[in-house]
């Protein structure tokens, strides 16, 4: 044994590392296979910069750039029983959900926070596909109702980003109920009249399709993301046929009228903030990093939300399909590119 | 009769009692009687103690026992003027899907519930009882109805799933599924259910998001079948006895847990041995539910269901 070795090494390599090692963190795209520069991909939000593949993205870093300065406070989500049915796989329960409480940092595979985004009001959860799959549990169902009363109490609209395999089987019977108690969290914002948004990143599976994430006021989903009830292994073992290319993936289910939108990750914040708006009968964002707009504009923007009957929105809506927001309400006509490249930083000011 | 596989056994001797009473009746000069009189009494104790303490995965075998009555023999048996309301006005009629209007004790209600069909025929006519989201669209449909009119809803749930189809995906089986969860939750009339055989996953919560929810006494309801989960979970399939047993999905666990309001008790030796008074116990047990909700007005119903998931799971099996 030598002193270098033992000593100066690990030393020397501790102190490189602390520096180096977000640096030079490689990650590999899991569709492509190119090599990504961590630090490039994080702020790329987890897409792949050579093929454009979406990578899971945890919903911590998802608010961080959801909301305005990466600024949010998170809602209280009440504890459920830590293992109700004292359930026995070949591992016990809380000790998977220990690993995943330490492989992950976070208590449960459901994040719910309040904050503002690009200066509207809004109410957010993200389901946390590492954390166990994002399986659906008391907790996640907690974690949904305590959003949902949230946004009732602050009047805000709800946004939900779904992500899991399905239920959480060691919850076995109390997973299924989350199905029915999810949807009295949604009835409670349709009653409220408050906007419900969901996004379905990859993968939604099994009972969350089949309850939350498939009743929002508008569904959208980000590309290429596997949606569905039955997973594709299940249905190629019960008809013992080949399924179709990009079966159940987000643009077939667009195709088959199941979604409202496919987006792109980084295009994501500026459409929810343009939609968002147009449901809660608020002027359109005014970007702060951008040159002031028309007052002549804004003035007539300001107008309109007011000025129109409500039997005349929907047709504006239909009308305008797919093609999005920048129009003569938006003063900053062409903002979207730019702000869709840097999208952690877009949309500052409130209104 | 059709004997599971744990009832082996009991077949043997249920066999050897018919054959001497066979050769007996062939053989005047024969008695038997006594013989076949102890044969019974030792099938009978058999069968009492089979069926004391049935493990969950034997629950499973005897929810899924092909000579239990299902969703058609209950219609038949306890409702009155039973008229078929078929089609989701949108794609097709599922016939995995009974439903139309009824009466039970002479009061106009709702009937659906899912129908595994009895026969080859007549369970590939049924899709082995797995709704596809036409099915539940039509039941979305006959619960908007019976909401519109003040009619009470009863449904009965035997499913082993909803049905893992490429046109099924396709259709939205999901949106389908959580729709018709979502009306069971809106719908300002009594909602009864019953779970009378398998109780498979979201396609029997989309039926069973209910005011009052009862099960037969050896019925399951669970989140995922016990080889589905074995195979997940032990990677291994053939461990359906441990993920049965892990999974709490009898009707006393889920008692316990307070996903149900009740247990009917079956016949001895399960539904299957004595059909008519399994029905008659159902029928029963509804009457008493729909019973315990008069009196109750729309808001109150509606708030009533809320509350009820709202709180469930709180307290574990303790309940
Ligand atoms: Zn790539």
């Known amino acids: ?351 | 009769m059709h004997y599971l596989e744990f009832e082996k056994p009991l077949a043997e001797i249920e066999g050897k009692a018919s054959e001497l009473r066979a050769m007996a009746a062939a053989n005047k000069e024969m008695d038997v009687s006594a013989e076949a009189a102890a044969l019974d009494k030792k099938s009978a104790d058999m069968l009492r103690d089979l069926y004391k303490d049935l493990s969950p995965w034997r629950k499973c075998l005897v929810a899924r026992h092909p000579d239990r009555p299902h969703c058609k023999d209950y219609i038949e048996a306890l409702f009155t003027e039973y008229t078929p309301l078929a089609g989701d006005r949108n794609f097709a009629d599922d016939h995995a899907v009974m439903g139309g209007l009824a009466r039970l004790d002479d009061r106009p209600v709702m009937v659906i519930g899912q129908e595994k069909g009895f026969d080859t025929k007549t369970r590939i006519e049924r899709n082995f009882g797995m709704a596809r989201p036409e099915g539940y669209r039509k039941a979305i449909r006959l619960m908007e109805l019976a909401d519109r009119f003040n009619i009470p809803v009863v449904t009965l749930v035997d499913t082993p799933g909803a049905y893992p189809g490429k046109g099924a995906e396709e259709r939205g089986q999901s949106e389908a599924i959580a729709r018709a969860t979502q009306k069971c939750l809106q719908i300002g009339v009594p909602l009864v259910s019953v779970i009378i055989g398998e109780g498979g996953s979201g396609g029997a919560v989309a039926f069973a998001t209910a005011n009052r929810l009862a099960m037969l006494e050896h019925s399951v309801y669970s989140v995922i079948s016990p080889e589905g989960c074995a195979s997940i979970l032990w990677k291994d399939a053939e461990k359906m006895r441990e993920a049965a047993e892990s999974l709490r999905l009898t009707a006393q666990d889920l008692r316990k847990l307070g996903v149900i309001d009740r247990i009917i008790d079956e016949p001895l030796g399960g539904a299957q041995r004595d059909r008519a008074a399994a029905i008659e116990a159902v029928g029963r047990t509804l009457s008493a539910m729909l019973k315990e909700l008069d009196g109750k007005d729309r808001a109150g119903l509606i708030a009533h269901r809320r509350q009820k998931f709202l709180d469930m799971g709180s307290t574990g099996l303790a309940a």
């Not at chain 1, 030393?11 to 090692?21: A, G, M, Q």
């Not at chain 1, 993301?225 to 290319?245: D, H, Y």
Request: glycine share 8%; charged share 25%; hydrophobic share 40%.
């Open chain 1, 1 to 351: 044994m030598n002193w270098i070795s033992n000593f100066v090494r690990p030393k020397i390599n501790s102190l490189f590392s602390r520096r180096e090692v977000p640096e030079n963190l490689w990650s590999k795209c899991d569709d492509c296979g190119t090599m990504l520069f961590h630090r490039e991909l994080s702020e790329n939000l987890n897409v792949c910069t050579s093929c454009g593949h979406h990578m899971a993205l945890p919903p911590r870093e998802r608010f961080a750039a959801l909301f305005d300065g990466g600024i949010f406070t998170e809602i209280k989500v009440p504890r459920p029983l830590a293992d109700p049915l004292h359930f026995r796989d070949q591992k016990k329960y809380p000790d998977r959900m220990r690993a995943a409480q330490k492989a992950t940092n976070e208590a449960e595979a459901m994040l719910a926070a309040e904050g503002e985004m690009g200066g509207t009001p809004i109410v957010a959860a993200a389901q946390d596909f590492r954390f166990m799959g994002g399986s659906m549990g008391m907790y996640v169902g907690n974690a949904i109702i305590a959003a949902a009363e949230r946004a009732v109490k602050l009047g805000r609209p709800l946004i939900l980003f779904s992500a899991a395999g399905g239920a959480r089987m060691q919850e076995g019977i109390l997973s299924l109920m989350q199905m029915p108690r999810s949807t009295v969290a949604v009835e409670m914002l349709k009653e409220a009249g408050l906007p419900y948004i969901v996004v379905l990143t990859h993968p939604t599976t099994g009972g969350v399709t089949a309850s939350y994430a498939m009743l929002g006021d508008v569904q959208i989903a980000e590309p290429n993301a596997l949606i569905c009830f039955a997973g594709p292994r299940v249905i190629e073992q019960t008809i013992r046929e080949k399924l179709p290319e990009g079966f159940q993936r987000a643009e077939y289910l667009l195709d088959h009228g199941m979604l409202d939108r496919v987006t792109h990750r980084l295009e994501l914040r500026d459409e929810l903030i343009t939609i968002t708006r147009m449901l809660m009968n608020q002027p359109p964002a005014v970007r702060g990093t951008l040159p002031a707009p028309d007052p002549a504009a804004l003035a007539e923007a300001a107008v309109t939300p007011v000025a129109a009957d409500a039997a005349v929105a929907p047709d504006q809506g239909e009308s305008r399909g797919g093609k999005a927001a920048p129009d003569a309400r938006t003063p900053e006509k062409g903002k979207k590119d730019e702000a869709g490249a840097k999208p952690a930083k877009s949309a500052g000011s409130g209104k």
